[in-house]
Nanobody, 117 residues
Framework: QVQLVESGGGLVQAGGSLRLSCAAS????????MDWYRQAPGKQRELVAT???????NYADSVKGRFTISRDNTKNTVFLQMNSLKPEDTAVYYC???????????WGQGTQVTVSS
C-alpha cells in the first residue's frame, strides 16, 4: 500500500517560515519525481513545486525565490521549505506522485497552512 504522509503545516504570520515534509514508500519515492500542490478555498488545486529523481526543480511563478523543494533519498522524504510567507499562500498543501511504472497517481492527506496578515 503506497502512502504519502505529510506533516509540518500550521499557522504563521506573514513573513514567517514553515517546512513541510512528506514521507513516501521507498519504491515509489526512488523511481519518481515528487510534487507539492496546494488548494486554497474556492480555488482549483495548483502545482507549487516539483523535484525529479536527479534533483532538478521547478516552481510556480508565485513561489519562486521563496519556496524550496528538496528530497532526502535516504529517508524517502520530500520537503517544502516556505519562506517569506504571504496570506495568499494560505491553502491545504498536498504531496503528490505520479508513478510512471504503475501508471497511478497518489496524494497525501493534505496539511493546512494558514498565513495571517
Amino acid at each position: 500500500q503506497v502512502q504519502l504522509v505529510e506533516s509540518g503545516g500550521g499557522l504563521v504570520q506573514a513573513g514567517g517560515s514553515l517546512r513541510l515534509s512528506c514521507a513516501a514508500s521507498r519504491s515509489i519515492f526512488s523511481r519518481n519525481a515528487m510534487d507539492w500542490y496546494r488548494q486554497a478555498p474556492g480555488k482549483q488545486r495548483e502545482l507549487v513545486a516539483t523535484i525529479t529523481t536527479g534533483g532538478t526543480t521547478n516552481y510556480a511563478d508565485s513561489v519562486k525565490g521563496r519556496f524550496t523543494i528538496s528530497r532526502d533519498n535516504t529517508k524517502n522524504t520530500v520537503f517544502l521549505q516556505m519562506n517569506s510567507l504571504k496570506p495568499e499562500d494560505t491553502a491545504v498543501y498536498y504531496c503528490h506522485v505520479a508513478d510512471a511504472l504503475l501508471l497511478r497517481i497518489y496524494w497525501g492527506q493534505g496539511t493546512q497552512v494558514t498565513v495571517s496578515s
